[in-house]
């Protein structure tokens, strides 16, 4: 009978309370069914400092050819020949959800205080699947890229095939993660990103996948730097279903970790809550009572906008009337009182055009928008926004390219795929300063984030100010 394993280790005085935390007692061993075999926990070790607790996974393999066969109209060789009874893919994560469900969610009445703690923790999976993403990044590359950001130390083992490894090396990694970090929070990881490193399901990928993979992404999937392509690859590039999950995960939980391992050790603040912090903060310094939020998505800024009772009027504004909808329905404008109501205003625009409705404001925001633009446009921006609309302060974030090496990104990648470029410190800060100086405004350049000593902030700020004429 072919096996899949996993093995999760505690350490330090706390380790005991493993068995309370997964709500399976180490004394015992338990089997569960699932729909492509059995699943047995046992725990291999229970000492007073280190508590071991393994998950089996014994698949059926002519069931699962049996449910693929009933579900198509014809057979291929992989319904026969197959790595799914040995390889930690999607079933696993099947697994995962199905025997530690009360530990996923992160409950623990017996425990309480350690289930909301982070713990030391060694995870083992060895035979984890893994196919290559667009670009160069495959195997142990991949597995860091996706891990390391959420605060693991990654080992990942590749091995040659074939006569003295001539076959090149094994899609296939044996994965060792060690970390602190809540028990729940390294499930969910799991959970979500086996299947992603694999690019496969075993199941059938519906609607149910985006809550799926929104409830499990919740509290880090959101400020990923991998965020895209774990959405796409857990969907199946479903394109309906990955754009519903970009626009769900933007009100997950404030409590996510930061979105890298160095970050994470000094702030459990996200990014984008600082960058949102910062950008209030500027708002407060210049005492700006009616702001625009250029770009503003699905609406993340102008719920902050809106809890300010200095700011008197919002507008939100977008190029999309989708992301403008959604924003609306998060915004709750139908229940929102009057008074609060009609402080805020939602319409469709553009930064590359010139729109007569956005002139005369305090302050406009440009929050992680200017990347997206191709680099030709940037003149319509600075034209449209700062020379027409005018506005006395323009505050624009974008991320600083030379950070994204922390993320473990490969020289010349990108943050997210729909991103057109990205500046360097030196480049933002010339393009800042020769836009100021063109339309009649002076610019402070901020950082915004905890900073690296060689890459500076993972995100740069530049607030302009209009000169008085």
């Known amino acids: 009978m072919a096996h899949v394993l996993l093995t999760v280790t505690m350490t330090g005085p706390d380790a005991p309370a493993l068995g309370f935390l997964l709500h399976k007692h180490p004394d015992r061993v338990q089997t569960f069914h699932l729909s492509v075999g059995e699943a047995t926990v046992f725990y291999p070790q229970s000492d007073p400092e280190r508590v071991t607790a393994a998950l089996v996974v ?69 035979a984890v699947p893994v196919r290559p993403a667009d670009g160069d990044l495959q195997g142990p590359d991949l597995v860091r890229a996706l891990f390391a950001p959420l605060g693991w130390s990654v080992e990942a083992a590749q091995q040659p095939m074939g006569p003295d490894g001539g076959w090149g090396p094994a899609p296939y990694v044996d994965l060792t993660l060690t970390g602190t970090l809540r028990l729940a929070d390294a499930l969910s990881h799991l959970y979500v990103l086996l299947p992603v490193l694999d690019d496969s399901k075993h199941y059938w990928v519906g609607s149910d996948e985006v809550t799926k993979l929104v409830r499990r992404g919740e509290g880090w999937l959101a400020d990923h730097p991998r965020r895209d392509l774990i959405v796409d690859r857990y969907l199946l590039a479903r394109h309906d279903y990955v754009e519903d999950a970009a626009a769900r995960l933007e009100v997950l939980d404030d409590s996510a970790p930061e979105e890298t391992e160095d970050t994470e050790e000094e702030t459990s603040t996200p990014l984008r809550i600082r960058r949102r912090d910062a950008v209030t903060a500027v708002l407060g310094e210049i005492g700006a009572h009616r702001v625009v939020d250029m770009g503003c998505g699905e609406g993340f800024y102008l719920r902050a906008l809106l809890d300010d009772p200095a700011i008197t009027e919002v507008v939100g504004a977008d190029v999309s009337p989708r992301a403008l909808s959604i924003a609306e329905k998060r915004l709750n404008l139908d229940r929102m009182p009057e008074r609060q109501r009609a402080r805020l205003t939602l319409r469709q625009s553009s930064v590359t055009y010139r729109d007569d409705r956005l002139a005369g404001f305090d302050a406009i925001l440009l929050i992680e928008v200017i990347e997206h633009l191709d680099p030709d446009r940037i003149a319509s921006l600075e034209a449209n926004i700062l020379g027409f609309a005018h506005p006395g302060h323009l505050i624009v974030t974008t991320p600083n390219r030379e950070y994204n090496r922390i993320y473990g990104l490969a020289p010349g990648a990108l943050r997210h795929r729909d991103h057109r470029f990205e500046w360097t410190r030196d480049q933002f800060g010339d393009w800042a300063r020769a836009a100021a100086q063109a339309h009649g405004y002076t610019v402070d350049l901020r950082p915004v984030g905890d900073q690296d000593p060689q890459a500076g902030p993972p995100t740069q700020m530049a607030v302009f100010t209009r000169k008085e004429q």
């Open 58 to 126: 014994e698949p059926d393999p002519i069931g699962m050819v049996k449910g693929r066969l009933r579900s198509s109209h014809g057979r291929s060789l992989t319904d026969y020949v197959t790595d799914r009874p040995y390889a930690a893919s999607s079933m696993l994560s099947v697994a995962i959800g199905r025997v530690f469900t009360t530990a996923l969610a992160g409950r623990c009445d017996a425990r309480p205080e350690i289930a909301a703690s982070p713990v030391p923790l060694e995870i083992r999976v060895p």
